[in-house]
Nanobody, 125 residues
């Protein structure tokens, strides 16, 4: 079993940066793929980025390519999302997910079980 806790959200001006963290409990963290998702007000949840269990492969949604970087530290049971050049349209609650199906070609299908509680990111114009 894996429990996930996000942190690092906040209010930032457009063009700024934030780094989100997702701390995981459970001994299986280092063997599972991880993903970040977001939900903006009035919109469906959307995929942001994912990383393989080893960290050797990553996959990004088109709107964040070149601006966001996902990484992980398996020794610390933590996955990160570095967000640069933030835009007002990045405003959303960001969630991490663990144990989904990862493909470096097709992306990431989230597990229905392992979700964090979310962290709010607000980007002002």
């Amino acid at each position: 079993q894996v429990q996930l806790v996000e942190s690092g959200g906040g209010l930032v001006q457009a063009g700024g940066s934030l780094r989100l963290s997702c701390d995981a409990s459970g001994r299986t963290f280092s063997s599972i793929a991880m993903g970040w998702f977001r939900r903006a007000p009035g919109k469906e949840r959307e995929f942001v980025a994912a990383i393989s269990w080893s960290g050797s492969s990553t996959y990004y949604a088109d709107p964040v390519k070149g601006r966001f970087t996902i990484s992980r530290d398996n020794a610390k049971n933590t996955v990160y999302l570095q967000m640069n050049s933030l835009k007002p349209e990045d405003t959303a609650v960001y969630y991490c997910n663990g144990g989904g199906l990862y493909s470096g070609t097709y992306g990431y299908k989230p597990s229905g079980v392992y979700w964090g509680q979310g962290t709010q990111v607000t980007v002002s114009s």
